[in-house]
């Protein structure tokens, strides 16, 4: 079995501030990790994953997450937030042997402060 | 290509009425994935097909909840009767193994 904590539900930061957003998972077997956001009034985005390789991933938009197998955490970093930012961002794994059902935190919804 | 429709965008209805939530995947996705958020909590597995069979539905919460996918095309998930703690986001995905593609999700209100 898996899962997966995001400890905080809310977060504000003023733009052009840092971010990071926690997760930490627990497993029993070897695991992807993902990152989704949804935008307000849209579906499930995905935002960058962990498959194998470099344990640093990052994405279009400037996000990057880490995968840190020790502490079993993948945190979702960005060094400059912007308005555009403002969503809720879920972090989920699954298992790597060709099963794609996916266990997510409870999510963090992201909001940007002028 | 287009995306994953779900429909209706937004239900509402009375606790002990029946509601049908129909997801169209990407064309030629042989997987299909229901997932539901209920307010506040994390978005949970229902049930996956592959084609029209159900590959695993362990994550449907009791026998009020019907899933159809004839054809091994679109999907329904059906709810009979509906209950106050059905209430939340139902999202459908599909994939063809190398990654999901989500719906907008239907947000059912039961009142």
């Known amino acids: 079995a898996q899962s997966v904590t995001q400890l905080d539900s809310q977060v504000p930061v003023f733009e052009e501030a840092p971010v990071e957003l926690r997760c930490n998972y627990s497993s029993s077997v070897s695991v992807y990790l993902f990152w989704y956001v949804q935008y307000p009034n849209q579906g499930l985005q995905l935002l960058l994953k962990?498959?194998?390789?470099?344990?640093l991933v990052e994405s279009i938009n400037g996000f990057e997450a880490e995968f840190n197998k020790s502490q079993t955490s993948f945190h979702l970093r960005k060094p400059s937030v912007h308005i555009s930012d403002t969503a809720e961002y879920f972090c989920a794994v699954s298992d790597n042997f060709g099963n794609e059902k996916l266990t997510f935190g409870t999510g963090t919804r992201l909001t940007i402060i002028p | 290509e287009a995306g994953v429709t779900q429909f209706p965008s937004h239900s509402v209805i009375e606790k002990g009425q029946t509601v049908t939530l129909r997801c169209d995947p990407i064309?030629?996705?042989?997987?299909l994935y229901w997932y539901r958020r209920v307010m506040g909590k994390e978005i949970k597995f229902l049930l996956h097909?592959?084609?029209?069979?159900?590959?695993?539905e362990s994550g449907m919460p009791n026998n009020r909840f019907l899933a159809e996918r004839t054809g091994g095309t679109y999907s329904t998930l059906k709810v009979q009767p509906a209950e106050l703690e059905d209430s939340g986001v139902y999202f459908c995905?599909?994939?063809?193994?190398?990654?999901?593609?989500f719906g907008s999700g239907t947000r059912l209100t039961v009142v």
């Open positions: 995905a599909s994939s063809h193994g190398l990654g999901y593609t």
């Open positions: 962990y498959l194998s390789g470099s344990t």
């Open positions: 097909f592959v084609k029209e069979s159900k590959q695993d």
């Open positions: 064309s030629g996705h042989d997987n």
